[in-house]
């Protein structure tokens, strides 16, 4: 043994020193580490104190028109924001209104799994023409099959292929942005009682 150390002196000691300087390299990463994380605590802390609480009854926890940043409820870019929570999908088949004659009615039920890719299209199984019978599902409307000459297709049109561009499952998440919206009825209304204001007459609500 002690000859096959004195013959391998200088591996042995080589071997010493690099074990020793890996050690010191991982010592050294971890205080360094342990340190960041330190920092980001304390940041996240900061962002806590800072970050306005969302309440449940408005998104944005504020009345200002003029915010369009809802998502990030002007929080500025180097916070963290705390994350709004997960609203609820409402599947309980019961319809709301539609705001105006075209707008996309919203589903009232929920679409989890729903696959619509180049391949298969699960909404046509129940609402294509041919099927809503047999699924007792509102057929989509002649619109879908209507190419941009306004010519009617066989099948859905590929405009109206992608549903979920146009259609939104119904939530129970509050308002994303306060407005003043009025649909045509309620301003319709206010102008034969004669209470129209300066803003609804000139058509903007
Ligand atoms: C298993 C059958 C089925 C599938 C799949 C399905 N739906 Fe429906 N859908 C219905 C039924 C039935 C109704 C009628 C209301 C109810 O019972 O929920 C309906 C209602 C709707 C409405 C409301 C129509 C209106 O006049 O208000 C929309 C919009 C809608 N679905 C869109 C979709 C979209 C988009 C998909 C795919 C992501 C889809 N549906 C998948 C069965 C289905
Ligand atoms: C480009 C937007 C758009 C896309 C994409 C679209 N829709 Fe619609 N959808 C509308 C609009 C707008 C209406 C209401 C006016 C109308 O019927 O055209 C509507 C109406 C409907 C209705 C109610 C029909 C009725 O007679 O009341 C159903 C059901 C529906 N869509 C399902 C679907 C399904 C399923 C898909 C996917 C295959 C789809 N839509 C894709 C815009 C769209």
New binding site residues.
Partial sequence: MSNAFTRNRPLWIAGALTVGLLVLVFVAGWLFGRGSERKHEAQREVAAVTTPVVRADSALGRTDLRQVDALRRGIPVDQEAAPQPLWHVQNM?V?RERAYPMQP?????A?DG?Q?DMNSN??M???ARANAEK????PVSVTHYMDRDDQFLATISSRRYF??QC?VVQTDAPLLVNNTFQTIDAVLAAAEAGTATAETAQGRP
């Fill in positions: 088949d319809k009615p919203t589903i009232p039920h679409i729903y619509v699960r909404c199984l129940c609402h699924f007792q599902a509102p549903c979920n259609h």
